[in-house]
Nanobody, 123 residues
Framework: QVQLEESGGGSVQVGGSLSLSCAAS????????MGWLRQAPGKDREFVAS????????WYADSVKDRFTINRDNAKSMVYLQMSSLKPEDTAVYYC????????????????WGQGTQVTVSS
């Protein structure tokens, strides 16, 4: 079983920063693309960011470009999401996710999910 555990969520003020972490276990970490999704109350789950299996490429939703940064540490089997200049629209539960197919550059399948971590941005 692949298990993903998010941490680092909390409450911050508008314009603040927050870093999320995701610990992965259950399979060879560095063979799979990783990413983050989020879901705000009453809204659909949306893509936030992803990093390729190789770590050489990243993708971001337009709404978070230049504010969020995704990176991975294969030695620790960890994925991170650094968030800055936070807005109220960023308030959501953030989920760590990984693909079900090896060696993909761009995250496609969202095969496995963590339990999520709440991020609340207030003014």
């Amino acid at each position: 079983q692949v298990q993903l555990e998010e941490s680092g969520g909390g409450s911050v003020q508008v314009g603040g920063s927050l870093s999320l972490s995701c610990a992965a276990s259950g399979r060879t970490f560095d063979r799979y693309a990783m990413g983050w999704l989020r879901q705000a109350p009453g809204k659909d789950r949306e893509f936030v960011a992803s990093v390729s299996w190789s770590g050489d490429n990243t993708w971001y939703a337009d709404s978070v470009k230049d504010r969020f940064t995704i990176n991975r540490d294969n030695a620790k089997s960890m994925v991170y999401l650094q968030m800055s200049s936070l807005k109220p629209e960023d308030t959501a539960v953030y989920y760590c996710t990984t693909d079900g197919v090896e060696f993909r550059e761009r995250l496609v399948d969202f095969e496995y999910w963590g339990q999520g971590t709440q991020v609340t941005v207030s003014s």
